[in-house]
């Protein structure tokens, strides 16, 4: 099948730093790919759905300075956590569409991030 | 309310046999149903997914089945392999990209 590389999937950094968030599909081109958090106890919460080429679309409630989405390439999507704080300590998960097989969607493994 | 249920907590299975973990569902409008395999101290790993047009999808030891009408699914592991012991969640994603996760079930193969 299909794989959707994320890195790292574990990482921790002070407050007030900033952490980036690799997203790759290595062996298909997507033109969409979505953003995930998981809050305490909850379920994973669409943050972001991200287009090649074009500006994030981010859902209600989240940051757009604060949660920054590059998706320069057909098979790159990157998330930074700008000046992170330790309330953004969470799960992220990233998931990528096949761009020839329509509707098709791959995830990646997730990233820890803990804010100290 | 648990819109993704797991009910078995735990599953004990002898190395080299089958595996089957079991997952239902409450909302028939899921698009996709996801595995993931945690290890204590670690966030969880995907496995493997399904479409809900699909009925099966394999990938090596992992297959996933979906019965629709039934709102169940199901994850066989087959050889069941020692390092295989973690915690299972089974996950579905909604219309709105939404995922939802079952409470897990944690294997444990005796080798």
């Known amino acids: 099948g299909a794989v959707v590389s994320q890195h790292p999937s574990w990482v921790i950094c002070k407050s007030g730093t900033s952490v980036k968030i690799e997203c790759r599909s290595l062996?298909?081109?997507?033109?969409?790919m979505f953003w995930y958090r998981q809050f305490p106890k909850q379920s994973l919460m669409l943050m972001a759905t991200?287009?090649?080429?074009?500006?994030?679309?981010?859902e209600q409630g989240v940051e757009k300075d604060k949660f920054l989405i590059n998706h320069a390439s057909l098979t790159l999507s990157t998330l930074t956590v700008t000046s992170a704080h330790p309330e953004d300590s969470s799960f992220y998960i990233c998931?990528?569409?096949?761009?020839?097989?329509?509707?098709?969607?791959?995830f990646g493994e997730g990233s820890r991030l803990t804010v100290l | 309310d648990q819109q993704v249920k797991q009910n078995s907590p735990s599953l004990s299975v002898q190395e080299g046999r089958i595996s089957i973990l079991n997952c239902d569902y409450t909302n028939s409008m899921f698009d996709y149903f996801l595995w993931y395999k945690k290890y204590p101290a670690e966030g969880p790993t995907f496995l493997i997914s399904?479409?809900?047009?699909?009925d099966k999808n394999e990938d090596g030891r992992f297959t996933v089945f979906l019965n629709k009408s039934a709102k169940h699914l199901s994850l066989h592991i087959v050889p069941s392999q020692p390092g295989d012991s973690a915690v299972y969640f089974c996950a579905a994603l909604t219309g709105a990209n939404n995922l939802f996760f079952g409470t897990g079930t944690r294997l444990t193969v005796i080798p």
């Open positions: 991200s287009n090649e080429g074009s500006k994030a679309t981010y």
């Open positions: 399904i479409s809900s047009i699909k």
């Open positions: 998931s990528a569409q096949d761009r020839l097989r329509t509707g098709e969607l791959f």
């Open positions: 062996d298909f081109q997507a033109t969409t």
